[in-house]
């Protein structure tokens, strides 16, 4: 007799793929599974995590509030940021050194103030894994001076998506839940058209962390030699310059060179060596 085995840990359920999917299909086999891919921001889960308020994919900043959130919420869109979820902070001081062999001090950020958000995933991970169902004191401050603060008890919604199983019991599948994410809320903040991601960032972000410099070699001087991964006459024979990306040097490939001409504007670095 033939019997169907159904995994109840998640993990398991995660790593399983389907009759006729190919690998491509799961996960870990993404351009970036990280926070964002080519396929999706995986940091729009986090918007709706909290009942009641709904929460920018990369900072502290409450955005808007749900159309059914009790009327004290509606005074947090573009006023308040979340500052702690029962006691645990989402924030925290960047510091280290200002100049080489330098003190560790407190480093501004582009606001001039040296606190800045986490990402969500790490902040709000435990407070996921020990409230999710739960309501948690949520903490939020101002934006700007003078500085207020406002508590509320908001729910942790369950992230995994709640199915009834024969028999009326309930089982959690490993699909994210309809309730944080609803259709087309992954691929909300990516750029559009794609090849933008190529470009925006210069280059310290890209969603598929592409190269950055490559043809590297050892210099005269032990420093090392190389181009940037955006020059438009990088080859292997190149001189090993490399061009400092300030988004107007016209020896980099621009936003009209990836629309136009993607095919052959992107190609592969091979053990960041350019090859034919």
Same mark, same amino acid.
């Given at each position: 007799?033939?019997?169907?085995?159904? @995994?109840? &840990?998640?993990?398991?359920?995660?790593?399983?793929?389907?009759?006729?999917?190919?690998?491509?299909?799961? @996960?870990?086999?993404?351009?970036?599974?990280?926070?964002?891919?080519?396929?999706?921001?995986?940091?729009?889960?986090?918007?709706?995590?909290?009942?009641?308020?709904?929460?920018?994919?990369?900072?502290?900043?409450?955005?808007? #509030?749900?159309?059914?959130?009790?009327?004290?919420?509606?005074?947090?869109?573009?006023?308040?940021?979340?500052?702690?979820?029962?006691?645990?902070?989402?924030?925290?001081?960047?510091?280290?050194?200002?100049?080489?062999?330098? *003190?560790?001090? *407190?480093? *501004?950020?582009?606001?001039?103030?040296?606190?800045?958000?986490?990402?969500?995933?790490?902040?709000?991970?435990?407070? $996921?894994?020990?409230?999710?169902?739960?309501? #948690?004191?949520?903490?939020?401050?101002?934006?700007?001076?003078?500085?207020?603060?406002?508590?509320?008890?908001?729910?942790?919604?369950?992230?995994?998506?709640?199915?009834?199983? *024969?028999?009326?019991?309930?089982?959690?599948?490993? #699909?994210?839940?309809?309730?944080?994410?609803?259709?087309?809320?992954?691929?909300?903040?990516?750029?559009? @058209?794609?090849?933008?991601?190529?470009?925006?960032?210069?280059?310290?972000?890209?969603?598929?962390?592409?190269?950055?410099?490559?043809?590297?070699?050892?210099?005269?001087?032990?420093?090392?030699?190389?181009? &940037?991964?955006?020059?438009?006459?990088?080859? @292997?024979?190149?001189?090993?310059?490399?061009?400092?990306?300030?988004?107007?040097?016209?020896?980099?490939?621009?936003?009209?060179?990836?629309?136009?001409?993607?095919?052959?504007? $992107?190609?592969?670095?091979?053990?960041?060596?350019?090859?034919?």
């Amino acid at each position: 007799m033939r019997k169907s085995i159904s @995994p109840q &840990n998640l993990t398991a359920q995660l790593q399983y793929r389907a009759a006729g999917n190919p690998p491509s299909t799961l @996960p870990g086999a993404a351009v970036s599974n990280a926070c964002p891919g080519l396929e999706m921001d995986f940091r729009n889960v986090w918007k709706r995590i909290l009942v009641g308020i709904v929460l920018h994919e990369t900072t502290n900043v409450v955005v808007g #509030v749900e159309e059914d959130a009790p009327a004290p919420l509606y005074v947090l869109p573009t006023l308040y940021q979340l500052m702690k979820v029962e006691g645990e902070p989402v924030t925290a001081t960047v510091t280290g050194p200002l100049i080489a062999g330098g *003190p560790n001090v *407190p480093i *501004p950020n582009t606001s001039s103030d040296s606190v800045t958000n986490l990402e969500w995933s790490n902040a709000l991970a435990d407070v $996921l894994y020990r409230y999710s169902g739960k309501e #948690v004191v949520c903490e939020f401050q101002t934006i700007d001076p003078p500085l207020a603060t406002l508590k509320f008890n908001l729910r942790v919604r369950h992230f995994f998506e709640k199915v009834l199983l *024969p028999g009326g019991k309930k089982a959690t599948q490993a #699909v994210i839940s309809r309730d944080i994410a609803e259709a087309g809320a992954l691929t909300q903040s990516l750029c559009s @058209p794609w090849q933008n991601d190529y470009r925006v960032c210069a280059c310290f972000y890209w969603a598929a962390t592409r190269p950055d410099y490559v043809n590297v070699e050892l210099g005269e001087d032990g420093a090392s030699v190389g181009n &940037n991964w955006m020059q438009k006459d990088r080859t @292997p024979e190149s001189a090993k310059v490399y061009v400092v990306d300030d988004l107007q040097d016209q020896r980099l490939l621009t936003y009209g060179d990836l629309f136009r001409e993607w095919e052959k504007a $992107l190609r592969f670095v091979i053990g960041n060596q350019d090859a034919e």
